[in-house]
T-cell receptor, first 113, second 112 residues
Framework: DAGVIQSPRHEVTEMGQEVTLRCKPI?????LFWYRQTMMRGLELLIY????????DSGMPEDRFSAKMPNASFSTLKIQPSEPRDSAVYFC???????????FGQGTRLTVV | AQSVTQLDSHVSVSEGTPVLLRCNYS??????LFWYVQHPNKGLQLLLK??????LVKGINGFEAEFKKSETSFHLTKPSAHMSDAAEYFC??????????FGKGTTLSVSS
């Protein structure tokens, strides 16, 4: 397996634009996580899914953020409209059931200008 | 409530000296614990994991950690630091069916 695949790796967009981040988890993994990393706040869990169903979205900052997982092999994180304070590295991770390790993608570095 | 506390935000060592990165956890159930490493502008890489087997866990690059239930600790150690060990290290708690809980991270600096 190629691991968790995120796209794009880098995204620069203007304030007010819609941004969509994509993630392909490892095949067979039941859980998918979206994290955001900033210097000020460290790694924050935004949302996670189990078997494509959102379980906990309490970390989603506000209504401008939304996440979907239409099937077991794909998830999106959308920000609309984007703001400069959304600039961060967004990580996607997946794991199988049973409390084993999570595997992280390389991240998407988002810059909103 | 589950939580992870990394006791030092920054640790500085000289090359060739021991490394100790401290982590305490709080969990209602038997946890799985992990250490991840993140090099600058890179993703997160698993260093080692504890999942209720041996309490002394060996990981990659000479790192190891000991799970101590009585102290609710999972400290990361390495006998001799290398320049390439300079990175940020995260202690992570996981219970089956829940999300990963990250510590705030410890930045390790290694000087020559």
């Amino acid at each position: 397996d190629a691991g968790v695949i995120q796209s794009p790796r880098h995204e620069v967009t203007e304030m007010g634009q819609e941004v969509t981040l994509r993630c392909k988890p490892i095949s067979g993994h039941d859980y998918l996580f979206w994290y955001r990393q900033t210097m000020m706040r460290g790694l924050e869990l935004l949302i996670y899914f189990n078997n494509n169903v959102p379980i906990d979205d309490s970390g989603m900052p506000e209504d401008r953020f939304s996440a979907k997982m239409p099937n077991a092999s794909f998830s999106t994180l959308k920000i609309q409209p984007s703001e400069p304070r959304d600039s961060a590295v967004y990580f996607c991770a997946s794991k199988d059931r049973g409390g084993t390790e999570a595997f992280f993608g390389q991240g998407t570095r988002l810059t909103v200008v | 409530a589950q939580s992870v506390t990394q006791l030092d935000s920054h640790v500085s060592v000289s090359e060739g000296t021991p490394v100790l990165l401290r982590c305490n956890y709080s969990s209602s159930y038997s946890p799985s614990l992990f250490w991840y490493v993140q090099h600058p502008n890179k993703g997160l890489q698993l260093l080692l994991k504890y999942t209720s087997a041996a309490t002394l866990v060996k990981g990659i690059n000479g790192f190891e950690a000991e799970f101590k239930k009585s102290e609710t600790s999972f400290h990361l150690t390495k006998p001799s630091a290398h320049m390439s060990d300079a990175a940020e290290y995260f202690c992570v708690l996981n219970q089956a069916g829940t999300a990963l809980i990250f510590g705030k991270g410890t930045t390790l600096s290694v000087s020559s």
